[in-house]
């Protein structure tokens, strides 16, 4: 199988890992499938590639964690959506330099995130719950310490940089929600996640945000609906990565960057494919200021002509949500803080905090915008009452 590279050549920086052809390849390959794809001589063929059986992850991981159970996927049904509590057990604080995600079976496992729990909250809403694990269904439903990776399909692991790594405090858990995805026939899943400690100082912490719009709306019919999304950014940080993300009726997304003084610059454009999706990291990381905006435009096909549209979906408007049928819209971007050195004595990590300040400001003021059009709408329906 030979990876595709989706990331549209010639548009944001230049990104580590670019497996994209030449247009010389590509028309090497065009001519030789045109000849008929001859064999060629068989003595100049290589030996086959060996392939790791087990961890891809640079090195072997320095902690194995998995979701503690052999987890029974049913044959038919809705989406699960299940939080696994995994202790870490770990004695004192560690910096997490490289992490791989592996489903136990790929065949119903949508997607995986890992988060970071230090407070125990997630232990005691497992603990209510019957069976392995509990139900979760647009997160973990608890205040989590931080992200620690994930996996979807096209995924790789990741190997983060000298001095750049993520917070595992000591005795914290991790929190290991899967979406599980029923295929027809009754499943099993045993899910794990390999971590791999930092060798040297750490100076700053990675972490996850991202601009999304929840109140996406995609009309049955519409091949072409453009959604789009912001995100103000707080301090100044220093960008690391991309990862688009949508569900099955994406079509392709692009990526920008506006800065406080006007200039634009492209992030990413990709022609969108579920089923490879991938954290494009930059050859060098991007400097953005406090008060720059981090925007995505992406398209979406819900029309029944829609060849990725899964059968099953009824003929209706589509909106956000974390089941399969269900769209995303969402850009995630991977920062640090600008000039922060946790060498330093007093040096401490705040960027989860801005960032929670950030999401806290952004659904007070959905929640009021929604309370006023539900009053707006009861006082129209109160008016064409009287008007009858």
Known sequence: LMPPWKAAPNVGPKFKHDRSLSASDIAILASWAEAGAPEGDPADLPAPRKFPEDWTLEGRPDLILDIGTDFQVPAAGGDIYRCFVVPTSLPKDVYISGIECQPG????????????????????????????????????????????????????????????????????????????????????????????????????????????????????GESNTEIQAAWPVPVDLVAHAVLPHMHLLGKDMLMTVTFPDGRTQDLIKIDWDFNWQYTYYFEKPLDLPKGSVVKVVAHY????????????????????????????????????????????????????????AQIDDYRNKRDEANRKRAKSARSEGIGRTETR
């Open 301 to 356: 096909d819900n029309s029944a002509d829609n060849p990725r549209r899964p059968k099953e979906m009824k003929p209706e408007e589509v909106r956000w949500g974390e089941a399969t049928t269900d769209e995303m819209c969402i850009g995630f971007i991977l920062v640090t803080k600008k000039g922060q050195d946790l060498t330093r004595p007093g040096e401490k990590d705040e960027l989860m905090d801005i960032f929670k």
């Open 105 to 220: 079976n790929r065949r119903v496992v949508h997607h995986m995130v890992a988060y970071v729990d230090t407070r125990g909250e997630a232990r005691k809403k497992d603990a209510a719950e019957p069976g392995p694990g509990y139900t979760c269904f647009t997160g973990p439903g608890v205040e989590i310490h931080g992200y620690l990776g994930a996996w979807a399909p096209g995924s790789q692991p990741t190997q983060l940089e000298d001095g750049i790594g993520r917070s595992l405090p000591r005795n914290a858990d991790v929190i290991v929600q899967v979406h599980y995805h029923p295929d027809g026939k009754a499943e099993v899943d045993r899910t794990r996640i390999g971590l791999r400690f930092s060798r040297t100082p750490i100076r700053q912490i990675l972490h996850r945000f991202a601009a999304l719009n929840q109140d996406m709306k995609l009309p049955f």
